[in-house]
């Protein structure tokens, strides 16, 4: 069975749900599970999906768009047609590599900063797909990387905390508009 889930991957006029940014609180407030996945849920992905593409992006999580639901949207090769993108529900990261990697990173909700973030090279999650069906994969190199962000939004946390330069912190927020006091450091 194929997903249910079939967008354009097209940037619209106006993007179905409005993102959140840096210093809102949407973005801090832990996302609760979903107990059903329905029509209403598969629409939320759809328009997930139609917003992270207007926008630019390769990964959405509900929070950014101020909805207090445990589920995320990727997809890391938007310009690729063929590429279905994945939605995870309810997701849970049950397993780290103990190797780790930095990358840059950026973020719809903080537009233009793009700093390093050092994570776990490779995680296995599990989650229940658009059907509600459980499911598990595997992930490594930029998907890894993607889930593990968006993971984050879900728990209130967002790339930024996680920035070990405090200096290039400082500067990219300052150039960009935005207040180091919305930053929240991450501790392990």
Do not use: W
Not at 29 to 34: H, T, V
């Amino acid at each position: 069975m194929s997903s249910v889930i079939s967008v354009e991957k097209q940037k619209l006029e106006k993007p179905p749900l409005e993102l959140h940014y840096l210093g809102d609180r949407a973005l801090r407030s832990k996302a609760k599970r979903i107990a059903k996945v329905d029509q209403e849920t598969r629409k939320l992905a759809e328009q997930m999906l139609q917003t992270m593409y207007t926008s630019q992006g390769i990964g959405l999580a509900a929070p950014q768009v101020n909805i207090n639901k445990q589920i995320i949207v990727i997809d890391c090769e938007p310009d690729n047609p063929v590429n279905q993108p994945l939605v995870l529900i309810n997701p849970q990261i049950t397993a780290y590599s103990q190797e780790k990697c930095g990358f840059e990173e950026g973020c719809l909700s903080i537009p233009g900063v793009y700093l390093e973030v050092i994570r776990p090279e490779m995680v296995e999650v599990s989650f229940k797909d658009e059907n509600g069906r459980p499911r598990k994969l595997k992930a490594s190199g930029l998907l890894s990387r993607v889930i593990q962000h968006e993971m984050d939004h879900l728990c209130g946390v967002l790339f930024v905390d996680r920035v070990q330069n405090t200096l290039a912190l400082t500067d990219e927020l300052k150039k960009h508009g935005f207040s180091l006091q919305a930053v929240q450091p991450y501790q392990e």
